[in-house]
Nanobody, 127 residues
């Protein structure tokens, strides 16, 4: 079992930047892919991107326009989401998740491919 805790959210002005962290505890040995999602009020959960736990390859959802970058530190069992050029439309609760072992669909953001989720961290973009 893995526990995930996101942090780093907050209030930021339009055009600003934030880096979110996702700290994992428990057995990360069988970790395959880690993903980032967000959900705004009244909207469906949205896949942002994923990173391979071993190797570090990344895949991002279309439309992020290069503003978001996912990275990791295996020694710290932590995944990061760096966000630049934030706009009010980026306001949401941001979640990290761990994919089921071997679930290749997780690479493309299929939610059912993830079986461990954090509690989320709120990001509000407002002037």
């Amino acid at each position: 079992q893995v526990q995930l805790v996101e942090s780093g959210g907050g209030l930021v002005r339009p055009g600003g930047a934030l880096t979110l962290s996702c700290a994992a505890s428990g057995d990360m040995f069988r970790t395959y892919i880690m993903g980032w999602f967000r959900q705004a009020p009244g909207k469906e959960r949205e896949f942002l991107g994923a990173i391979a736990w071993n190797g570090g390859n990344t895949n991002y959802a279309d439309g992020l326009e290069g503003r978001f970058t996912i990275s990791k530190d295996n020694a710290k069992n932590t995944v990061y989401l760096q966000m630049n050029g934030l706009q009010p439309d980026d306001t949401a609760t941001y979640y990290c998740a761990r994919a089921k072992m071997g679930a290749a669909a997780a690479w493309y953001g299929t939610s059912s491919s993830y079986d461990s989720w954090g509690q989320g961290t709120q990001v509000t973009v407002s002037s």
